[in-house]
């Protein structure tokens, strides 16, 4: 079978999707299939040359906006090229951190209020102050925790919006909840074992603790039953609701014994650091085995949405 790995691409994350990329590249069974790299540098590259690789299946290794925000899995779909993960709509709602939260409050999942502002016209420090200080500072639609930033108090919250939109349109500003961040890894609607995360150096899961070696303490958490319980129901129903396939990651705070989910991620990262891989070799998964796993249930998926007829 003929693998494209794609990577690259032109969101903020472009650095960390080539990571994902080349680590696929170095775990996928070479006795099973011949690997294409697919580096994307601008949204024409991926038809001319998905196209011109001749490929059976898309591994996507792209991160943020025009790779997991369904804008690329619609234009393999026109190609006819199956892909992995999840389908469009699901890459879509996930993405957008304030849709997808709307639907998580409408049928009871915990995750943190807050204000949605549409740029600057929207800032209004008093708003800020009646949901209490600190709050967390994000775009709406990104990821691998660029351009957010905690803010303590008030002089700091013009600067932090004005980065966040640098990257979106969008901004939410959030509560921030001290409590253990959990990440829960699925694959086929299973849930791997669960990782808690604790950042070296500072005071959340930052972009440096994500990705610096050392930069944060990521191990399978020990939780009392009936807590562990309300975690794995709080990251099923997420991955349920917003009809994700195949594999996903559900990033959460526990605070007093309550998940609260933070957000939805359709194409997590795997790079070497990652948090995915770690639970999959938690629950004695290796790499190469999860890439198997992802390209044979993607290519099921397809078949079944597309009816067509696909050799595995």
């Known amino acids: 079978m003929k693998i494209g790995v794609i990577m690259g691409g032109i969101s903020s994350e472009r650095e960390v999707s080539l990571q994902t990329g ?8 070479r006795s099973r299939y011949e690997v294409v790299p697919i580096v994307i540098d601008q949204r024409a590259d991926l038809i001319a040359q998905a196209q011109q690789a001749d490929i059976d299946l898309a591994l996507l290794a792209l991160h943020g906006q025009y790779g997991e925000d369904g804008t690329v899995q619609g234009v393999l779909e026109t190609l006819g ?12 709602l996930c993405m957008n951190k304030e849709l997808s939260k709307k639907l998580l409050k409408a049928v009871g999942v915990h995750t943190p209020e807050g204000l949605c502002w549409q740029g600057m016209k929207d800032y209004k420090p008093q708003a800020v102050k009646r949901l209490g200080y600190p709050v967390i500072v994000k775009p709406n639609m990104g990821g691998s925790s660029i351009g957010i930033q905690l803010v303590h108090k008030e002089k700091e919250l013009l600067p932090a919006v004005q980065q966040a939109c640098s990257f979106d349109q969008e901004i939410l500003i959030e509560p921030y909840i001290k409590g253990t961040e959990l990440t829960c890894s699925i694959v086929d609607g299973e849930v791997l074992p ?16 994500k990705y610096e070696p050392g930069g944060a303490e990521e191990k399978v958490i020990q939780l009392p039953p009936a807590t562990r319980q309300r975690v794995r ?3 099923l129903a997420s991955y349920r609701l917003l009809q994700c396939k195949v594999y ?3 990033d959460m705070i526990l605070c007093q014994d309550v998940p609260y989910v933070l957000e939805v991620n359709t194409l997590p990262g795997m790079t070497e650091n990652s948090l995915l891989p770690k639970s999959a070799a938690a ?6 085995q999860l890439l198997n796993r992802i390209i044979a249930s993607s290519l099921l998926e397809r078949k079944q949405e597309w009816g067509m007829v696909q050799d595995v």
Not at 81 to 92: E, Q
Not at 283 to 288: L, P, R, V
């Open 283 to 288: 629950a004695d998964m290796t790499f190469t």
């Open 194 to 209: 669960i990782i808690g995360i604790r950042s070296a150096h500072s005071e959340w899961f930052d972009y440096k603790a």
């Open 248 to 250: 996903a990651r559900v």
């Open 233 to 235: 129901e709080a990251a």
């Open 22 to 29: 080349q680590e696929m590249i170095r775990h996928l069974d």
């Open 81 to 92: 090229i199956p892909y992995t993960g999840s389908g469009v709509l699901a890459s879509s």
